[in-house]
């Protein structure tokens, strides 16, 4: 199982719709995901229809008062398993950051579960802030995804989060934490400032940089007010084909560089 954060410090980028459609699309591609959500705000947990209170999330997890299985659940979505969040989630950033291990006592739970082969990818939604979650994630990740907005404040938080990652790496807590990919969201190919933008990044970062763009699209934004993935609101629009063809190029850049199914 590799985990997998979708990480960027700022808010409303596109962390969450992707987080979502990543792993569904995964699963159509053949590969068994559980979904974290990670974000007191439960925005992944409520746009795939679920609701949850704190004892469901991996708040009990973290404080060390149950194993990390007892809190997957199945979903509806064939091989997509969830720990849902809860605004009581937030309380775990007071209660962990009084403790010396809060950095990396995901990573243990995570690494716990790597032996048992559930899942291909473990794909985990991290909230719009650097707090005790964020870099808990960070720090349990195997890679890491940026979805960045095409506006050109999306490069300064580029700078920012490319930053904290080296500090993760240097902190000791994940000297192999891996840029997996940036994802460019909610392109607008008729302004010549995503275009700009898109430049930008694929100049400093030519081989992070998905050749898959998504699509500002209203049926990606309408998605999680009906519960529902984006193939399952919208099978054939240019976000589902969008989503797709992300995880396909996910996918294949790991064919290209190693085993599909690496044990760790
Ligand atoms: N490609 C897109 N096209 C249109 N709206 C989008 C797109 N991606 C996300 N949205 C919408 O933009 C808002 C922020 O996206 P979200 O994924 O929640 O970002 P984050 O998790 O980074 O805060 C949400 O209302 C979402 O539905
Ligand atoms: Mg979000």
Not at 236 to 249: P, V
């Amino acid at each position: 199982m590799k985990v997998i954060a979708i990480g960027n410090q700022k808010g409303g980028v596109g962390k969450t719709t992707t987080a979502i459609n990543l792993a569904a699309a995964l699963t159509m591609l053949g590969q068994r995901v559980l979904l974290i959500d990670l974000d007191p705000q439960a925005n992944t947990t409520s746009g795939i229809g679920l609701e949850a209170e704190g004892n469901d999330t991996l708040y009990p997890v973290l404080l060390g008062h149950c194993d990390i299985r007892e809190k997957i659940q199945v979903s509806r979505i064939p091989n997509l398993s969830i720990i849902p969040s809860a605004m009581d989630l937030a309380g775990v950033e007071i209660e962990m950051a009084r403790s010396d291990d809060h950095l990396t006592r995901l990573r243990g739970f995570l690494q716990g579960l790597k032996p048992n082969d559930l899942f291909e990818f473990c794909v985990v939604d991290t909230p719009p802030s650097l707090g005790v979650l964020m870099t808990s994630a960070l720090a349990a990740a195997d890679e890491v995804i940026i979805p960045l907005q095409c506006e050109w404040f999306g490069l300064e938080g580029l700078a920012k989060i490319v930053h904290v990652l080296e500090q993760i790496r240097e902190s000791g807590a994940n000297p192999d934490l891996k840029l997996e990919g940036i994802v460019m969201t909610m392109y607008d190919a008729r302004t010549n400032l995503a275009r700009q933008v898109v430049e930008e990044v694929s100049t400093y970062f030519p081989n992070e940089m998905y050749k898959t763009f998504i699509p500002r699209s209203i049926k990606l934004g309408e998605a999680p007010s009906h519960g529902k993935t984006i193939f399952e609101h919208d099978p054939s629009g240019n976000g589902s084909h969008a989503y797709l063809a992300m995880a396909e190029e996910f996918l294949s850049r790991r064919a290209a560089t190693g085993p599909l199914l690496a044990s760790s």
